[in-house]
């Protein structure tokens, strides 16, 4: 393991956040703040609890995965798409380093600051309604497999796209709406029976409901399913990027 490589990229990544700290940062906690605003003040006022915790508490689980899942997605693209369009790929990909080693660099730099962000919103959360976190090792699992799982998913976003549209048409047009029609404002169980069989198709469903139970120990669907589909698509994604190393898919382009 070339751990100097490994340092280095991860390094410059994590350089690259406080340069554009507005944006990283600042930015997402401003608009999750607005959410609370928005959805726990005005909605709240006329959805008293769900499932038995006030609204506004209710939507923190969500809150925090919606923030996870788009900012895991953008880091780790923008990090191997942006070498692509000015050429330093080619350095990269001679140097002496191993893929598993270029993979591990950029998506733990994207996974890293996904979960320092997840965490900065669990704490702004704290500052409009009262939190309880009922089992924090499971919110910590939940939190650094969603953040992993999603920075590969990017990762994988940044090899295919070829313009900085592409970067953004994934996560605009699917991972957003599912994050949305996923339960992050609503409990599954409150749908009727058919819209509720169409949700459960929804993967997303199944990383906010177990990440929603390790705080107030209510969920749409089990925990072992939750953890089940989550480390399914976590295998998928690392299979698509040995797929892609292996074949050269891209990384050239």
């Given at each position: 393991?070339?751990f100097?490589?490994?340092g ?14 507005l944006?990283s ?5 401003v608009s ?9 003040a ?7 609890s769900v499932?038995g ?11 925090v ?6 900012q895991?997605i ?11 369009f000015v050429g ?12 598993f ?7 733990g730099a ?26 924090p ?6 939190l650094?497999?969603?953040a ?16 900085f549209?592409?970067l ?15 339960g ?18 929804n993967p ?8 929603r139970w390790?705080?107030y120990e ?11 589909i989550t480390?399914?698509?976590?295998a998928a994604?690392m ?10 898919y891209?990384?050239?382009?």
């Amino acid at each position: 393991m070339n751990f100097r490589a490994v340092g280095a990229i991860y390094k410059f990544e994590m350089a690259r956040t406080w340069r554009t700290l507005l944006q990283s940062i600042v930015s997402p906690v401003v608009s999750t703040s607005l959410y609370f605003v928005v959805f726990g003040a005005a909605i709240g006022s006329r959805i008293t609890s769900v499932e038995g915790v006030s609204y506004g508490t209710f939507i923190v689980p969500g809150l925090v995965m919606l923030s996870v899942l788009t900012q895991s997605i953008a880091n780790a693209s923008f990090g191997i798409y942006f070498p692509k369009f000015v050429g330093t790929i080619y350095e990269l990909l001679s140097a002496p380093i191993s893929y598993f080693e270029i993979v591990l660099g950029y998506v733990g730099a994207a996974a890293t600051k996904s979960i320092v962000l997840g965490l900065i919103i669990l704490a702004t959360a704290g500052l409009f309604v009262p939190l309880q976190i009922h089992h924090p090792w499971w919110m910590l699992t939940f939190l650094v497999l969603t953040a992993v799982t999603f920075s590969l998913f990017g990762f994988i976003i940044g090899i295919w796209a070829d313009g900085f549209e592409k970067l953004q048409m994934i996560p605009m047009l699917v991972v957003t709406p599912l994050t949305f029609l996923g339960g992050s404002f609503y409990s599954v169980n409150m749908l009727p029976s058919g819209w509720r069989t169409l949700t459960l198709l929804n993967p997303v469903v199944y990383l906010i409901s177990g990440f929603r139970w390790s705080f107030y120990e209510i969920a749409d669907v089990s925990v072992g399913l939750s953890v089940g589909i989550t480390l399914s698509f976590l295998a998928a994604c690392m299979i698509v990027v040995w797929w892609i190393f292996k074949t050269g898919y891209r990384l050239k382009n």
